[in-house]
T-cell receptor, first 118, second 112 residues
């Protein structure tokens, strides 16, 4: 199957700093990438959907100025958590979906990034 | 709005026993339904999707539009089936984008 990588896998930062997380599709072109947040023992919550070359679509309640998403190429999307605070500590997961025919909606998930804000 | 409900947080069964992980959804149109699985210390991966009507690792799931359900079943559980299972629904949102909504997940524990 298709492979999606995330970097870094873990990051610890001080409150007030910004953190960038990269999501790459390694062997396919991802027309759409998704960013999720997962709290301990809870489900994945979609934060935003990004299509290559256009602005990301954020879910209700997600601050676009705090969680900056860039999808500059068909293989790379980045999530920047700006002015991070302890409540932003979470597990962030990206997924990617390539182009396909109608009904082809499989997403390939990255391994996730554990963010800890001190 | 689309919603996915997995009523059980934890399901424990003995090896060899049948398994049924429940999933109910709400969506007014025609959604696509998926089951994803996450084994310990591994990433989330697709297990099966309703449009394929396939059996993966002995698991099957049938979309029941009348009951708005997509339960995951396996006749004989194996220890390696122990994992977290997520039901997901993909449908176009008001903006025309395909959005995937995940259920809260069910942890399947197969007891040897």
């Amino acid at each position: 199957g298709a492979v999606v990588s995330q970097h870094p896998s873990r990051v610890i930062c001080k409150s007030g700093t910004s953190v960038k997380i990269e999501c790459r599709s390694l062997d396919f072109q991802a027309t759409t990438m998704f960013w999720y947040r997962q709290f301990p023992k809870q489900s994945l919550m979609l934060m935003a959907t990004s299509n290559e070359g256009s602005k990301a679509t954020y879910e209700q309640g997600v601050e676009k100025d705090k969680f900056l998403i860039n999808h500059a190429s068909l293989t790379l999307s980045t999530l920047t958590v700006t002015s991070a605070h302890p409540e932003d500590s979470s597990f962030y997961i990206c997924s990617a979906r390539g182009g396909g025919g109608a009904g082809y909606n499989e997403q390939f998930f990255g391994p996730g990034t554990r963010l800890t804000v001190l | 709005a689309q919603r996915v409900t997995q009523p059980e947080k934890l399901l424990s069964v003995f090896k060899g026993a049948p398994v049924e992980l429940k999933c109910n959804y709400s969506y007014s149109g025609s959604p696509e339904l998926f089951w994803y699985v996450q084994y310990s210390r591994q990433r989330l991966q697709l297990l099966l999707r309703h449009i394929s009507r396939e059996s993966i690792k002995g698991f099957t799931a049938d979309l029941n539009k009348g009951e708005t359900s997509f339960h995951l079943k396996k006749p004989f559980a194996q220890e390696e089936d122990s994992a977290m299972y997520y039901c997901a629904l993909s449908a176009a949102n008001s903006g025309g984008y395909q959005k995937v909504t995940f259920g809260t997940g069910t942890k399947l524990q197969v007891i040897p």
